[in-house]
T-cell receptor, first 114, second 113 residues
Framework: GNSVTQMEGPVTLSEEAFLTINCTYT??????LFWYVQYPGEGLQLLLK?????DKGSNKGFEATYRKETTSFHLEKGSVQVSDSAVYFC?????????????FGKGTMLLVSP | GAGVSQTPSNKVTEKGKYVELRCDPI?????LYWYRQSLGQGPEFLIY????????DSGLPNDRFFAVRPEGSVSTLKIQRTERGDSAVYLC???????????FGSGTQLSVL
């Protein structure tokens, strides 16, 4: 079956530090990969996605590259801000069925201090 | 509405009681999903609706859980004989069509005492 493993948190950083949150996956098919973010008190929001090998998803300064050879989709940002404090979820979607049921990792909490 | 709306935002019930959780998807969205997020875990898929029909209910944990979407818009997740292990945040998401971007609601926090 499909599964997603991401690094445990919390990740605590100072403002302007470099961020990496590791994510690896196991999938039977050829999945699409996603990062979702959950800000305090809000619903899950799609942050970025990649649909095929070597694709790079990017949004709001965050990036992640679909690495099929290492089955990874690590999230990076060059300079974090306090407003980036949230829980980040790596997820995959196997579209073989024609619709997207997401398989999520456990989430990684990011805390950024001024 | 502007986004996916879920009510109530919080529900506290006693073990053995029946509960209903409501999801109002974005207007015009035909695909609707329910997920469950237990403490410290990522969301887990429960059920997917395309229109009025449940196209995939493989994630429902047992027959105490049931969901409907009679008019292809609002959906209700029903849990019978609640157990303490049912305590979680229940998330609803919708998309314009199957396979398109999912929009999530803020969830219903269910607490079974």
């Amino acid at each position: 079956g499909n599964s997603v493993t991401q690094m445990e948190g919390p990740v605590t950083l100072s403002e302007e530090a470099f961020l990496t949150i590791n994510c690896t996956y196991t999938a039977t098919g050829y999945p699409s990969l996603f990062w979702y973010v959950q800000y305090p008190g809000e619903g899950l929001q799609l942050l970025l996605k990649a649909t095929k090998a070597d694709d790079k998803g990017s949004n709001k300064g965050f990036e992640a590259t679909y690495r099929k050879e290492t089955t990874s989709f690590h999230l990076e940002k060059g300079s974090v801000q306090v407003s980036d404090s949230a829980v980040y979820f790596c997820a995959l979607s196997d579209m073989a069925s024609g619709y997207s049921t997401l398989t999520f990792g456990k989430g990684t909490m990011l805390l950024v201090s001024p | 509405g502007a986004g996916v709306s879920q009510t109530p935002s919080n529900k506290v019930t006693e073990k053995g009681k029946y509960v209903e959780l409501r999801c109002d998807p974005i207007s015009g969205h035909t695909a609707l999903y329910w997920y469950r997020q237990s403490l410290g875990q990522g969301p887990e898929f429960l059920i997917y609706f395309q229109g009025t029909g449940a196209a995939d209910d493989s994630g429902l944990p047992n027959d105490r859980f049931f969901a409907v979407r009679p008019e292809g818009s609002v959906s209700t997740l029903k849990i019978q004989r609640t157990e303490r292990g049912d305590s979680a945040v229940y998330l609803c998401a919708s998309s314009g069509r199957a396979g398109e971007k999912l929009f999530f609601g803020s969830g219903t926090q269910l607490s079974v005492l």
